[in-house]
């Protein structure tokens, strides 16, 4: 027996360039079959933030289900933080990081039925200039691949594939950074700082083995250089990863600094360059469905 009565299902039309009319059916058949009330909202790229939470008051919503990718789940997330509603997640994104995490199997029908069930754990929630980030942010070369992604016409995981290798050519790495934490500074170089709440890209990069989503603490990740058998290990998921390539910092606050500007990007989405990151975290901030044999 689930415990929501109102589900409002938020599909981002556009994410990922693929359908999600299958998806919404068969979450509103599932939420019928709870004997719940089934509410859809499609977002447009405009207002959608104001409009979602506007329904969720309106219409006591008390689960979320979100079709789209990490940009939508993350604009989700920040709008309805302060009420009282669980989140469920269908990956229908090009990359689908925080799924791919949070270990959402690929078949729908599973995800359907995740999305709708009791099995929840509490999500920290980091904030970053006051921007909230639920999976992985970073400085540096990364961001600049997804600028130049999102200004390209190209879509889903070939759309950033194109975009790799103008990236490598343009990019002003490495770039050096200035971190602030636990009343230590330390200055490095490196071609990309990550700030982690979570293990892996979704790519399926596993650059933070130790990361748990629900620990209260994040990870500064600095890569210090660009090697393709070291990329090849995250992927394998190897746990051992040479302090050459990477170095962890483990934290729960921390300012980073970096001159000049560099690119940066929050869950997948291109902030901006910035020359100060403020990073803190809310621990335990949301409640999300996951698989019953989740293990971060
Ligand atoms: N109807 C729409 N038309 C155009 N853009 C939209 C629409 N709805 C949302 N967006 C835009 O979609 C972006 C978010 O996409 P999202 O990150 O969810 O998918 P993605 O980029 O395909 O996946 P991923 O983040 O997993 O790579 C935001 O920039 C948002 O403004």
Same mark, same amino acid.
């Given at each position: ?11 981002n039309p ?16 599932e ?5 719940a ?43 309805? +933080?302060? /009420?009282?509603?669980?989140?469920? !997640?269908?990956?229908a994104?090009? @990359? $689908?990081?925080?799924c *791919? ?7 729908l029908?599973q995800q359907?039925q995740?999305?709708?069930s ?11 200039n006051?921007?909230i ?20 016409n ?26 602030e934490?636990?009343? +230590?500074? /330390?200055?490095?170089?490196?071609? !990309?700082?990550?700030?982690?709440? @979570? $293990?892996?890209?979704? *790519? ?24 393709f ?11 051992r ?12 606050e ?5 001159k000049?500007?560099i ?6 989405e ?7 990151i ?8 949301l +409640? ?8 971060p």
């Amino acid at each position: 027996m689930v415990n929501f009565k109102e589900v409002l299902l938020v599909v981002n039309p556009i994410s990922g360039d693929i359908s999600k009319d299958k998806a919404q059916r068969q979450v509103e058949q599932e939420v019928k079959q709870h004997n719940a009330h089934f509410h859809l909202y499609k977002t447009t790229g405009e207002n959608d933030a104001e409009e979602i939470k506007e329904l969720v008051k309106e219409r006591e919503i008390d689960r979320l289900v979100i079709a789209g990718g990490d940009g939508t789940i993350n604009l989700v997330a920040d709008a309805v +933080k302060d /009420f009282d509603v669980s989140i469920g !997640l269908i990956p229908a994104g090009s @990359a $689908n990081g925080l799924c *791919t995490n949070l270990q959402i199997p690929q078949q729908l029908e599973q995800q359907v039925q995740i999305a709708l069930s009791d099995h929840c754990i509490e999500l920290d929630m980091l904030c970053l200039n006051e921007k909230i980030c639920l999976h992985l942010s970073d400085l540096g070369i990364n961001a600049e691949l997804i600028r130049n992604y999102e200004g390209s016409n190209i879509r889903g995981k070939f759309g950033y594939l194109l975009q790799t290798i103008p990236t490598l050519i343009k990019s002003e790495y490495p770039f050096e950074f200035r971190i602030e934490t636990d009343g +230590k500074e /330390f200055v490095r170089e490196g071609v !990309l700082l990550g700030i982690a709440n @979570a $293990n892996k890209y979704g *790519t399926g990069a596993n650059v933070n083995p130790e990361g748990k989503p629900n620990d209260g603490i994040f990870e500064i990740l600095v890569f210090k250089r660009l090697n393709f058998f070291d990329i090849l290990k995250t992927l394998r998921n190897e746990s051992r990863i040479d302090p050459e390539f990477l170095e962890t910092i483990p934290t729960t606050e921390a300012t980073i600094t970096c001159k000049p500007p560099i690119s940066f990007q929050i869950d997948g989405e291109f902030i901006g360059k910035e020359t100060k990151i403020d990073v803190s975290i809310i621990p335990q901030k949301l +409640k999300v469905a996951v698989p019953v044999n989740y293990n971060p």
